[in-house]
Each structure stands twice: as structure tokens, then as C-alpha cells.
């Protein structure tokens, strides 16, 4: 069974620092993981994925994200704030290939101060 | 094309109007879905279809009916609804829906989704 946790229902940053939006997975067989932000009323726009590979993952919008097996995390960062950043994350994971659905984190509003 | 365009952005329904919402996309994708979103939570998955064929339903009510009439096309047909349905209807298609095959790794695309609210 998979599951993912988002610690932290709320983060505000500053513009310009940095931004860290935690997600932890469980899962029995290797994983894929997923970010995605939604805007307010907008749908979900796929920032990043893992599947396999290289553990450092680059997104769009300057994100990337590190897939760290021995932690089953899969934080979310950028090094520099935009007020744009200003959304709604969620973390996803799925079976890997031989999963047929998308588990969703309870999301992270993330607001960016001026 | 690289969108899932859903129709209508927004819709206000009576109890007992009977409408539809549409979601289309032309990415070649053979998995499509609805999703129900209420406000500050996550998806909450209603319907898979996979090669036009229903594959998953989450025990949904009656109320809603989904449909696809072809590849690119899903419908959500809506009837009888509760104020408690008003949410944001989320459309997505990914490219395969299969447990042998590497679809998953390509991610959702979702659509721009459907504010729906019952009066």
C-alpha cells in the first residue's frame, strides 16, 4: 500500500529565500513520485517527477526535488522565492510500473511574503 | 496539443437540473479520469477509463455518470446533485493506464477543471 505525508499544511517564506515543501512516502515496491502545484482555481500542473535514475530531479519553474530512499522522502525546493511561487503543492506517488493510481499528499499551501 | 480543456469553467445547478461536463484532449492519451476536489484538500479519484472502457469507479454515487464517447473525449454527466457536491471537477488523461506498462511514469496532464456549485 502507498501513502504520502506532506509536513506542514502551510509554509510562508519570504521572496528571495529559500523554499522547502516536505513530502514522505511509503511504499512496497519502488516508487514513483511525483510534484504538482495548482494555482488557485486552476487544475494541477505537474512540476517534477522521480521515476528511476538520477535522485536529483530538475522541474519546471526552478523547482527540483531529491528522491532519498533510506529517508523515503521526497522534499521539494528552490533556492529563490518568487511571489509567482505562491500556490497550492501536492506530492503524489504511484506503484511504479506496476501501479495503476496516483496517491495524492494532503498539499501545502505555500504563500510568499514580500 | 499538450491541454486537457475541460467545458464549462463554471456551472451553478438546482437539485434537480440534469447537466454535463465536458473534457477533451487530443495528446493521444488512452487513460482518462475525473477527479473531485473540494477546497484545500487533494484529488479525490471517481472514474478511470481506459480505451474508452470504464475501468475504475470509487464507488460514486449514481448521480454522477461518466461517459466516453471516444479516445479524446470523457463527459460527466450530472443529475440530482446535493449542495455537498459543489467542488472543482478535475479532468486528466495520462498516456496508458496498464500495471505492466511504463505509462505512469509520464504523470497526470490535468485540465483547468470544472467549479461546479449546487444550489
Known amino acids: 500500500a502507498q501513502s504520502v505525508t506532506q509536513l506542514g499544511s502551510h509554509v510562508s517564506v519570504s521572496e528571495g529565500a529559500l523554499v522547502l515543501l516536505r513530502c514522505n512516502y511509503s511504499?512496497?515496491?519502488?516508487?514513483?513520485l511525483f510534484w504538482y502545484v495548482q494555482y488557485p482555481n486552476q487544475g494541477l500542473q505537474l512540476l517534477l517527477k522521480?521515476?528511476?535514475?538520477?535522485?536529483l530531479v530538475k522541474g519546471i519553474n526552478g523547482f527540483e526535488a531529491e528522491f532519498k530512499k533510506s529517508e523515503t522522502s521526497f522534499h521539494l525546493t528552490k533556492p529563490s522565492a518568487h511571489m509567482s511561487d505562491a500556490a497550492e503543492y501536492f506530492c503524489?506517488?504511484?506503484?511504479?510500473?506496476?501501479?495503476?493510481?496516483?496517491?495524492f499528499g494532503t498539499g501545502t499551501s505555500l504563500t510568499v511574503i514580500p | 496539443d499538450t491541454e486537457v480543456t475541460q467545458t464549462p469553467k463554471h456551472l451553478v445547478m438546482g437539485m434537480t437540473n440534469k447537466k454535463s461536463l465536458k473534457c477533451e484532449q487530443h495528446?493521444?492519451?488512452?487513460?482518462m479520469y475525473w477527479y473531485k476536489q473540494k477546497a484545500k484538500k487533494p484529488p479525490e479519484l471517481m472514474f478511470v477509463?481506459?480505451?474508452?472502457?470504464?475501468?475504475i469507479n470509487e464507488s460514486v454515487p449514481s448521480r454522477f455518470s461518466p461517459e466516453c464517447p471516444n479516445s479524446s473525449l470523457l463527459n460527466l454527466h450530472l443529475h440530482a446533485l446535493q449542495p455537498e457536491d459543489s467542488a472543482l471537477y478535475l479532468c486528466?488523461?495520462?498516456?496508458?493506464?496498464?500495471?505492466?506498462?511504463?505509462?505512469?511514469?509520464?504523470?497526470?496532464?490535468f485540465g483547468s477543471g470544472t467549479r461546479l456549485t449546487v444550489v
Open positions: 477509463y481506459s480505451y474508452e472502457k470504464l475501468s
Open positions: 486528466a488523461s495520462s498516456q496508458d493506464f496498464s500495471r505492466t506498462l511504463w505509462g505512469w511514469s509520464y504523470g497526470y496532464t
Open positions: 495528446m493521444g492519451h488512452r487513460a
Open positions: 503524489a506517488v504511484s506503484e511504479g510500473d506496476t501501479g495503476n493510481q496516483f496517491y
Open positions: 511504499s512496497s515496491v519502488p516508487p514513483y
Open positions: 522521480y521515476t528511476t535514475g538520477a535522485t
